[in-house]
């Protein structure tokens, strides 16, 4: 069984503040998947990354970059010069790399953004 | 590109009624995935079907039941409805040759009264 603990529940910032979103994931796979969703307020969940365990890279992505640590198991978020429209619930998910499809998604983390 | 689309939007049911939800996945995908989101929580994998049949089922009573028709588009049943089934239904589609990411649809608001 994988389990996902975003600590933090709810995160305000003021418009381009940087922030990061931590995520912790527990799973007894040796490979797996890690993903990153966004949920804005219309409810649909947007896909952002998708991270295989086996590459700890680093990645950027505009003003979006990931940190995925095996060691600590965390793969956390930061949004850099955060702006309105990034206001959502962001969700941390891993799915095994084989044997299971189902996405295990925590809590999420709400956070906003403030101009 | 067509996206993930879910139909209806919204939904008001009575304790007891049976519901049916339903969802075209994006275009070039062929497996579909059923989460629930109850109101404050992470969405709960529901179960996934490719090629007509249900591959994996998470922990849902027998009352969530689904189909999946040739042209991959799939639908979501729920009998005996409960107040507690009451949250946003989201549907996910991928390619199960790849088994990579999972696109969502805006969901369907089901309100059990």
């Known amino acids: 069984a994988q389990k996902v603990t975003q600590a933090q529940t709810e995160i305000s910032v003021v418009e381009k503040e940087d922030v990061t979103l931590d995520c912790v994931y527990e799973t007894r796979d040796t490979t797996y998947y890690l993903f990153w969703y966004k949920q804005p307020p219309s409810g649909e969940l947007v896909f952002l990354i998708r991270r295989n365990s086996f590459d700890e890279q680093n990645e950027i992505s505009g003003r979006y970059s990931w940190n995925f640590q095996k060691s600590t198991s965390s793969f956390n978020f930061t949004i850099t010069a955060s702006q309105v429209v990034d206001s959502a619930v962001y969700f941390c998910?891993?799915?095994?790399?084989?044997?299971?499809?189902?996405?295990?998604f925590g809590k999420g983390t709400k956070l906003s953004v403030i101009p | 590109d067509a996206g993930v689309t879910q139909s209806p939007t919204h939904l008001i049911k009575t304790r007891g009624q049976q519901v049916t939800l339903r969802c075209s996945p994006k275009s070039g995908h062929d497996t579909v995935s059923w989460y629930q989101q109850a109101l404050g929580q992470g969405p709960q994998f529901i179960f996934q079907y490719y090629e007509e049949e249900e591959r994996q089922r998470g922990n849902f009573p027998d009352r969530f039941s689904g189909h999946q028709f040739p042209n991959y588009s799939s639908e979501l049943n729920v009998n005996a409805l409960l107040l507690g089934d009451s949250a946003l239904y989201l549907c996910a589609s991928s390619l199960a040759d790849r088994g990579l990411s999972q696109y969502f649809g805006p969901g369907t608001r089901l309100t059990v009264t």
């Open positions: 998910a891993p799915r095994p790399w084989a044997g299971s499809y189902q996405l295990t």
